[in-house]
T-cell receptor, first 112, second 113 residues
Framework: QQQVKQSPQSLIVQKGGISIINCAYE??????FPWYQQFPGKGPALLIA?????SEKKEGRFTISFNKSAKQFSLHIMDSQPGDSATYFC???????????FGTGTRLAVRP | DSGVTQTPKHLITATGQRVTLRCSPR?????VYWYQQSLDQGLQFLIQ???????AKGNILERFSAQQFPDLHSELNLSSLELGDSALYFC????????????FGPGTRLTVL
């Protein structure tokens, strides 16, 4: 019940396009949903996070959409740039400070 | 730069050996987490320490152990190494157990030959 499923595995988007990555979870005890960005040779870095009390959170070009009833959440990257090319991981945890359960990752390539 | 440091950056060793990975959390952070990243298993939680005490355990093998010292740095010990232990090992830290954000270090790449 701890699994977080992420899709697609890889994504190619043209510069200026919208990148969309989806995640689904099973454990209804999860109440914190962060997205991490990882560049080759680096550790994951927190990009944006959401709690179930809101359906959407936007920070710059990055937006999380959250559907509690469907147990799904997604990351939208607007006006995608080549510098956004990285691997993106969704994650979930049960409470503040709890371990993170990660999705399998999405490798995003933004073509110039 | 997250402020979390890990050493060494790369480690190459042989099967059956023992290694120690070191992590220094961000200044002021009391909680340390260890994660393993492999191609087939993705990012998996191993263990968490808070202010020197073990707080949570994931699917950590019995051959693996960790500790957090009074100065809050942490070490992950891997023994009787097997080929399948080759992976990236990340340390993350957070301010307290009530804090959501975990900041990840750059990782240690372990290769077991």
């Amino acid at each position: 019940q701890q699994q977080v499923k992420q899709s697609p595995q890889s994504l190619i988007v043209q510069k200026g396009g919208i990148s969309i990555i989806n995640c689904a979870y099973e454990n209804t005890a999860f109440d914190y949903f962060p997205w991490y960005q990882q560049f080759p040779g680096k550790g994951p870095a927190l990009l944006i996070a959401i709690r179930p009390d809101v359906s959407e959170k936007k920070e710059g070009r990055f937006t999380i959409s959250f559907n509690k009833s469907a147990k799904q959440f997604s990351l939208h990257i607007m006006d995608s740039q080549p510098g956004d090319s990285a691997t993106y991981f969704c994650a979930a945890s049960r409470s503040s400070g709890d371990k993170l359960t990660f999705g399998t990752g999405t490798r995003l390539a933004v073509r110039p | 730069d997250s402020g979390v440091t890990q050493t060494p950056k790369h480690l190459i060793t042989a099967t059956g050996q023992r290694v120690t990975l070191r992590c220094s959390p961000r200044s002021g952070d009391l909680s340390v987490y260890w994660y393993q990243q492999s191609l087939d298993q993705g990012l998996q939680f191993l263990i968490q320490y808070y202010n020197g005490e073990e707080r949570a355990k994931g699917n950590i093998l019995e051959r693996f152990s960790a500790q957090q010292f009074p100065d809050l740095h942490s070490e992950l010990n891997l023994s009787s190494l097997e080929l399948g232990d080759s992976a990236l090992y990340f340390c993350a830290s957070s301010l307290a157990v009530s804090t959501d954000t975990q900041y990840f270090g750059p990782g240690t790449r372990l290769t077991v030959l």
